[in-house]
């Protein structure tokens, strides 16, 4: 990693300490968003290209003695590799990872193998974790030593998880003591806090220095930290003081002090916070960077906002896969046997419920062999009903999310939510019961089946939204993601419910 140059002892001490240490490495920058994809297409072309070479080869040299076909067979595909070599290093580490993601393992691997060594940390760093997972598995020891050998500390302990311990103990002992100490502290940390996210890579610099001396300190530097917007202004035993931001260092005069320009009241965070609560401060306040202290003030790292935006991204995805009933993160090329065991979970669930629906319609078939137009239009009811709960539910999770669900609010949302409900249920239960009604107008229990329909119709939306609240509620107060499979609890609750509210409510009129 490049060093910043030496500094006299005369100027370490005013500004407050040597210059950390930043990977100033240089890396291909992405062209525009679309990039990845092209890149894709052509990997995928030549690795198509790739195979059929390589299938020529072997049949030309059926004839061939086995080491004189191999021989055959490397060279026929030795230049043809090098163009997708040649296509990969000029790519950007986190394309190269959406292509590996995007690729069958069998391919994966091909292109993995291409990738230059000293890349391999920075990409590892950027796959998604089950990827990564065939990955490290496909290189040996001295390959993982020398990959997490290139990576900062921060980015070393965001995949130590997935390295095998030997080989995360024989890096660390590589590090500087500073180094270890830093490692150590973010694999301290929860997965989802502040304190696993945090970079080590920043600038301090004391408050009873001017900004000349700011300037000249700075500039021994071959390249800043990533995203650095401001400098921390901290003491001599590192509890932070506030910050100085680039432009106020930059137009404001240099014989000034740091104390008379830099900003006070910087919000700062706290290890053991919540990541995804700082994400909502970063967008809240538009944040590039944001210092992170211990419980005594002082200054341990700080959050950036690449972090934020990657776990921005992760909760969503999560949410998604919770809401649907996955349980983990999948492979889009994992083995059937493991995505079908990652889906087992709620299809047992959604199986047991649907034989409870079932259920509930066996108990009213008297009533269903009365009136067979029942079961032609009880599914609408259901439909219409997870149609509107899904709305609320999707609204719901959001909000409690972002923290705008208190005590304060939630009985108010949940009787707007109530009310929704039954403005939607009369305005569509009334036309749905008038569809039927035109329906049926020429049988005996015409007006009577429109009737049913538009009470079944409110009385089952309002059920669907007291599930579409009070399902992610409960998953939160028992401190589980709010989103975890409650579209199919919500399912489950319009179906059966649905079911048994319109065939009741025609068995009590149809007598």
């Not at 930043?22 to 291909?28: I, K």
């Not at 390589?54 to 003695?65: K, N, T, V």
């Not at 067979?73 to 986190?94: I, N, S």
């Not at 500039?219 to 003081?241: E, G, N, S, Y």
């Amino acid at each position: 990693m490049p060093e910043p140059h030496p500094i006299p002892e005369t100027d370490r001490d005013p500004v407050g300490a040597v210059p950390q240490r930043h990977d100033g490495r240089d890396v291909a920058t992405p062209r525009d968003p679309e990039d990845a994809q092209r890149a894709l297409a052509e990997v995928e072309d030549l690795l198509r290209r790739y195979e059929v070479v390589r299938e020529q080869a072997r049949h030309e040299g059926h004839s061939l003695d086995p080491e004189r076909q191999m021989l055959v067979e490397q060279v026929a595909v030795a230049q043809h590799l090098a163009h997708l070599r040649l296509r990969l290093d000029r790519l950007h580490p986190a394309d190269v990872a959406y292509i590996l993601e995007a690729l069958p393992r069998d391919q994966r691997l091909v292109v993995w193998e291409l990738v230059k060594a000293e890349r391999d940390g920075e990409i590892l760093v950027e796959v998604s974790d089950s990827v990564r997972e065939t990955l490290i598995a496909s290189m040996d020891r001295d390959e993982l030593v020398a990959a997490a050998g290139t990576l900062d500390t921060d980015d070393l302990a965001e995949i130590a998880e997935d390295l095998p311990d030997d080989v995360v103990e024989q890096v660390r002992r590589r590090l500087t003591p500073e180094e270890r100490e830093q490692l150590r502290a973010a694999l301290s940390y929860p997965d989802e806090s502040v304190g696993a996210r945090m970079d080590f890579d920043l600038v301090t610099v004391r408050e009873d220095v001017t900004l000349e001396v700011v300037l000249r300190y700075l500039r021994r530097f071959d390249a800043l930290p990533d995203h650095t917007d401001q400098v921390f202004v901290v003491d001599r035993h590192d509890v932070l003081k506030g910050a100085l931001p680039l432009d106020r260092l930059v137009i404001n005069d240099p014989d000034a002090l740091v104390e008379d320009v830099m900003k006070r009241d910087v919000l700062s965070l706290q290890a053991f916070d919540e990541a995804g609560e700082a994400a909502q401060a970063f967008e809240r306040y538009d944040l590039i960077t944001a210092p992170v202290v211990d419980a005594r003030g002082r200054l341990i790292g700080r959050l950036t906002v690449d972090e934020v935006v990657d776990v921005i991204r992760e909760e969503g995805e999560s949410e998604v896969l919770s809401a649907a009933g996955l349980r983990d993160e999948e492979d889009l090329f994992a083995s059937i046997w493991n995505s079908a065991k990652n889906r087992w979970l709620w299809l047992a669930v959604n199986l047991g419920t649907a034989f409870f629906a079932s259920r509930v319609i066996g108990a009213f078939e008297g009533t269903i062999e009365r009136v067979v137009a029942l079961a032609a239009l009880m599914p609408i009811v259901a439909g219409i009903a997870g149609n509107s709960g899904n709305q609320t539910m999707t609204l719901f999770i959001r909000s409690l999310a972002l923290g705008q669900v208190t005590a304060g609010n939630a009985l108010r949302l949940a009787r707007k939510e109530m009310l929704i409900a039954l403005l939607n249920g009369l305005v569509w239960g009334g036309i749905a019961g008038t569809f039927a009604w035109l329906l049926y107008r020429d049988t005996p229990q015409g007006v009577m089946l429109g009737v049913t329909m538009m009470l079944a119709m409110v009385l089952n939306l309002l059920l669907a939204a007291v599930v579409a609240m009070g399902v992610p509620l409960a998953l939160q107060r028992m401190d589980r993601d709010p989103a975890l499979g409650s579209s199919v609890l919500l399912t489950f609750s319009t179906d059966s419910m649905g079911f048994f509210i319109f065939l009741g409510l025609a068995t009590l009129f149809f007598r």
